[in-house]
Nanobody
Framework: EVQLVESGGGLVQPGGSLRLSCAAS????????MSWVRQAPGKGLEWVSTINRGGGSTTYADSAKGRFTISRDTAKNTLYLQLNSLKAEDTAVYYC??????????????WGQGTQVTVSS
């Protein structure tokens, strides 16, 4: 079965950094683009970033550009999100998600359990 397991979240001060990981299993990781999506307290889901199958093309939400970096390691079946220059507004549960090939737009067929990122002084 498909499984996505996030880790790496925690409490950091504004301006700090974290590296999130998503361990994928149950499917051919290299055949899929992968995304990070987050949900701040009391708010809806917000797409953060996507990386293509080969890892050579990345896209970011405006809120993430210049601060976050998405990457993947095919050998380890792992997706990463490097979070730098964190702001209080980045506080959210961060989810690893697999884009649904059968649907257009930002739809996902599998999600991880999420990892909490809290940015506070």
């Amino acid at each position: 079965e498909v499984q996505l397991v996030e880790s790496g979240g925690g409490l950091v001060q504004p301006g700090g950094s974290l590296r999130l990981s998503c361990a994928a299993s149950g499917f051919t990781f290299s055949n899929y683009a992968m995304s990070w999506v987050r949900q701040a307290p009391g708010k809806g889901l917000e797409w953060v970033s996507t990386i293509n199958r080969g890892g050579g093309s990345t896209t970011y939400a405006d809120s993430a550009k210049g601060r976050f970096t998405i990457s993947r390691d095919t050998a380890k079946n792992t997706l990463y999100l490097q979070l730098n220059s964190l702001k209080a507004e980045d506080t959210a549960v961060y989810y690893c998600a697999r884009p649904d090939i059968l649907r257009q737009g930002q739809a996902y067929d599998y999600w991880g359990q999420g990892t909490q990122v809290t940015v506070s002084s």
